[in-house]
């Protein structure tokens, strides 16, 4: 039988039962009580490798490539395997079983693994850190706990474990940043503020919540701080970028309570005592017009009940308004005829006395309404639905002045109570209402607009009698001024007839004819006028023997 140079046979002789390999090539010839097995030569090139045991010694080997096997008489050879290629910054874990040792194989290099080893974990990627970035190992065997900062790559060791599941940042604090770390070795915490770059040493966490920003103290804002370690607070006013100690935490950041002049708080101490502060010169007295909440100090809220009907008390109210206001209010009542109404109306009153409110009632807005509430009800079922059309003014006025001694003890000062609107709660009745005030609303309307028809005709006839008497006044006028114009005109015409008359007197002595020329002179001036006109002049039979001279 020919063999070639990558196969082999194994002979074994019959009668002894020994065995022997045979490698190629050649050309095999059996002995009398000789057989074989013809097999193949393993091959492996430079990054295989088998695992062979000897079933006679139990021993087990590698064989590493590139070469072409061939077994011994005991071998029995494992299938191929691979060598682990490991990069520059690539590791294995590795774990020998015989000996209990375990080690850490870096790149760049081929790993093959020995019969006797365990691989941990796989391939794993070297860690690189940049300038910024640390990581963390602690050794399971001792404990300890080693931090390396970048930048470089960093390789763990057999025994070490990633504490924070990843390479971490370092913490980049600004100028208005802290951030307070724990020792977990000694218990203690220390404060780091910005700016700065902040690595967690081996056995450091931070405390939450973490970084966070100082607080900016300035006019407007204090800053609460306890102290941990006993308890105690204290208000920090100083005007600064707070960062609070390591024992200390930051309750609240407050803000100045400013007060206008209508306003007011009440603020509660620790021991529980009320203290009231004004905006109003006038009522502040030697407290402060703006201040920051004390320690141990909170403003006092009162609940209210708010509504219409004052159903529910979820008015809260921390900041008091003094100046006069109105509120609104909802109520059913029933007149004296049984008919049911509902009332809307509004309270215009103010705190007057706020010490005195607050020792009174919780409610102020509640009472009130109730009160009227009460009061209308009572006053109401006295009167029927007519008469209480009639008199609503007056039982509202009613309400509020007749116990003025109610509103006093509560610190209020109630200035008007007015009804706005009422309907019937039934609706049949509503109608019926409806149609009453409306048919009152058109004669009043009808009334009016009669009495404003009457005003307008009478104003007309003063009008007139006031233009009559004028006319009348201008006639009187026109007539004296006539009288007067006529009375100059005559006595003018008369002075020249007089002198007329007197100037021909020496050389007409007779008075007939120097009548008559001065007829005939006045006839010659009108025929003159009539001339000068575009007219036309008829004469009568009586004018024909006038004789007219004109000499020039």
């Given at each position: 039988m020919t063999i070639t140079n990558s196969q082999f046979m194994t002979v074994r002789d019959k009668l002894s039962g020994e065995r022997h390999i045979v490698k190629g090539p050649l050309v095999w010839f059996p002995g009398p009580h000789e057989e074989g097995f013809q097999g193949d030569a393993i091959g492996l090139n430079s990054t295989e490798y088998i695992t062979v045991e000897d079933k006679e010694t139990g021993?087990?080997?590698?064989?590493?490539?590139?070469?072409?096997?061939?077994?011994?008489?005991?071998?029995?050879?494992?299938?191929?395997?691979?060598?682990?290629?490991?990069s520059q910054n690539q590791y294995v874990k590795l774990k020998d079983s015989a000996a209990g040792k375990q080690w850490i194989e870096r790149g760049e290099k081929l790993v093959f693994v020995e019969p006797t080893w365990e691989l941990v974990g796989g391939v794993a990627q070297a860690i690189t850190l940049k300038a910024n970035e640390y990581v963390r190992y602690n050794d399971t065997t001792t404990g300890k706990t080693t931090m390396h900062r970048g930048e470089k790559t960093v390789f763990p060791g057999p025994h070490d474990e990633l504490m924070d599941g990843k390479k971490m940042p370092a913490i980049d604090l600004k100028v208005h940043e802290y951030v307070k770390i724990l020792d977990q070795a000694s218990s203690e915490i220390r404060v780091v503020k910005g700016p700065e770059i902040v690595f967690l040493k081996a056995n450091e966490k931070v405390v939450e919540p973490g970084k966070q920003k100082a607080i900016q103290i300035d006019d407007e804002h204090a800053v609460l701080v306890r102290d941990k370690s006993t308890g105690a607070q204290r208000l920090v006013t100083e005007k600064q970028l707070f960062v609070?100690?390591?024992?200390?935490?930051?309750?609240?950041?407050?803000?100045?309570?400013?007060?206008?002049?209508?306003?007011?708080?009440?603020?509660?101490?620790?021991?529980?005592?009320?203290?009231?502060?004004?905006?109003?010169?006038?009522?502040?007295?030697?407290?402060?017009?703006?201040?920051?909440?004390p320690p141990y100090a909170e403003v006092v809220a009162l609940h209210w009940s708010s509504g219409q009907r004052r159903e529910e008390r979820n008015l809260h109210i921390k900041k008091f308004d003094t100046r006069p206001q109105y509120m609104w209010f909802e109520f059913n009542c029933r007149t004296k005829d049984n008919v049911e109404l509902i009332l809307e109306g509004t309270f215009f009153w103010k705190v007057a006395d706020l010490p005195g409110m607050v020792k009174t009632t919780g409610d102020t807005s509640g009472d009130l309404c109730n009160h009227a509430r009460s009061q209308f009800i009572k006053m109401v079922s006295r009167v029927t639905l007519k008469e209480f059309m009639q008199t609503l003014h007056t039982i509202a006025k009613s309400v509020h002045e007749d116990e003025p001694d109610f509103y006093t003890k509560r610190g209020v000062q109630v200035q008007s109570l007015e009804i706005t609107r009422y309907h019937c709660a039934d609706r049949s009745t509503s109608e019926i209402l409806e149609q009453i005030i409306q048919e009152t609303t058109n004669r009043m309307n009808r009334l009016s607009q009669q009495e404003s028809e009457n005003e307008v005709k009478l104003f007309r006839m003063q009008g007139q009698i006031q233009q009559e008497k004028m006319k009348g006044d201008l006639l009187k006028i026109q007539q004296e001024h006539q009288e007067q114009e006529m009375h100059v005109n005559g006595t003018s015409e008369a002075q020249r007839?007089?002198?007329?008359?007197?100037?021909?007197?020496?050389?007409?002595?007779?008075?007939?004819?120097?009548?008559?020329?001065?007829?005939?002179?006045?006839?010659?001036?009108?025929?003159?006028?009539?001339?000068?006109?575009?007219?036309?002049?008829?004469?009568?039979?009586?004018?024909l023997d006038l004789s007219i001279e004109n000499r020039k």
């Amino acid at each position: 039988m020919t063999i070639t140079n990558s196969q082999f046979m194994t002979v074994r002789d019959k009668l002894s039962g020994e065995r022997h390999i045979v490698k190629g090539p050649l050309v095999w010839f059996p002995g009398p009580h000789e057989e074989g097995f013809q097999g193949d030569a393993i091959g492996l090139n430079s990054t295989e490798y088998i695992t062979v045991e000897d079933k006679e010694t139990g021993e087990r080997r590698i064989v590493k490539g590139p070469c072409n096997w061939f077994p011994g008489v005991n071998d029995v050879p494992s299938p191929k395997k691979n060598a682990i290629a490991l990069s520059q910054n690539q590791y294995v874990k590795l774990k020998d079983s015989a000996a209990g040792k375990q080690w850490i194989e870096r790149g760049e290099k081929l790993v093959f693994v020995e019969p006797t080893w365990e691989l941990v974990g796989g391939v794993a990627q070297a860690i690189t850190l940049k300038a910024n970035e640390y990581v963390r190992y602690n050794d399971t065997t001792t404990g300890k706990t080693t931090m390396h900062r970048g930048e470089k790559t960093v390789f763990p060791g057999p025994h070490d474990e990633l504490m924070d599941g990843k390479k971490m940042p370092a913490i980049d604090l600004k100028v208005h940043e802290y951030v307070k770390i724990l020792d977990q070795a000694s218990s203690e915490i220390r404060v780091v503020k910005g700016p700065e770059i902040v690595f967690l040493k081996a056995n450091e966490k931070v405390v939450e919540p973490g970084k966070q920003k100082a607080i900016q103290i300035d006019d407007e804002h204090a800053v609460l701080v306890r102290d941990k370690s006993t308890g105690a607070q204290r208000l920090v006013t100083e005007k600064q970028l707070f960062v609070p100690l390591a024992d200390e935490t930051i309750e609240e950041v407050r803000e100045l309570i400013k007060l206008s002049d209508h306003e007011a708080v009440i603020l509660k101490d620790g021991s529980g005592n009320f203290s009231y502060h004004y905006g109003h010169v006038e009522m502040r007295g030697d407290k402060p017009r703006s201040f920051f909440l004390p320690p141990y100090a909170e403003v006092v809220a009162l609940h209210w009940s708010s509504g219409q009907r004052r159903e529910e008390r979820n008015l809260h109210i921390k900041k008091f308004d003094t100046r006069p206001q109105y509120m609104w209010f909802e109520f059913n009542c029933r007149t004296k005829d049984n008919v049911e109404l509902i009332l809307e109306g509004t309270f215009f009153w103010k705190v007057a006395d706020l010490p005195g409110m607050v020792k009174t009632t919780g409610d102020t807005s509640g009472d009130l309404c109730n009160h009227a509430r009460s009061q209308f009800i009572k006053m109401v079922s006295r009167v029927t639905l007519k008469e209480f059309m009639q008199t609503l003014h007056t039982i509202a006025k009613s309400v509020h002045e007749d116990e003025p001694d109610f509103y006093t003890k509560r610190g209020v000062q109630v200035q008007s109570l007015e009804i706005t609107r009422y309907h019937c709660a039934d609706r049949s009745t509503s109608e019926i209402l409806e149609q009453i005030i409306q048919e009152t609303t058109n004669r009043m309307n009808r009334l009016s607009q009669q009495e404003s028809e009457n005003e307008v005709k009478l104003f007309r006839m003063q009008g007139q009698i006031q233009q009559e008497k004028m006319k009348g006044d201008l006639l009187k006028i026109q007539q004296e001024h006539q009288e007067q114009e006529m009375h100059v005109n005559g006595t003018s015409e008369a002075q020249r007839i007089s002198a007329f008359m007197d100037g021909l007197a020496g050389e007409v002595p007779d008075l007939q004819e120097r009548l008559h020329i001065w007829q005939t002179l006045r006839k010659t001036d009108a025929l003159s006028v009539i001339s000068q006109a575009d007219t036309k002049m008829y004469y009568t039979p009586n004018d024909l023997d006038l004789s007219i001279e004109n000499r020039k």
